[in-house]
């Protein structure tokens, strides 16, 4: 189903954003185990459809990215699933 959703909303008609509180990636072993759905259509949907979004050049995952980065100096929040995401 999110395979369908990414693929069909990709900016050209409607857009699919994921929400980060909900499973990703998923295969038939787990939810956030589908390495490209991960590495790619996750990071690509919130670059989709508003122009980069990050400014400055950068995608709007790259400023998620430095944000928390900044917000964050001390990885107290950090885990296994946002460095994969941010890699």
């Known amino acids: 189903m999110e395979r369908f959703a990414l693929d069909t909303y990709d900016g050209g008609h409607a857009l699919a954003r994921v929400e980060w509180s909900k499973g990703w990636g998923y295969t038939?072993?787990?939810?956030?185990s589908d390495e490209d759905v991960l590495?790619?259509?996750v990071p690509a949907s919130f670059d989709e459809g508003d122009g980069g979004?990050?400014?400055e050049g950068r995608?709007?995952?790259?400023?998620?990215?430095?944000?928390?980065?900044?917000?964050?100096?001390?990885?107290?929040y950090a885990n296994a699933s946002l460095s994969r995401l941010f890699s």
């Open 39 to 41: 590495a790619r259509s």
């Open 59 to 76: 995608s709007a995952g790259d400023e998620a990215a430095s944000i928390l980065e900044r917000l964050d100096p001390h990885q107290l």
């Open 53 to 55: 979004g990050g400014g």
């Open 28 to 32: 038939d072993a787990a939810a956030w």
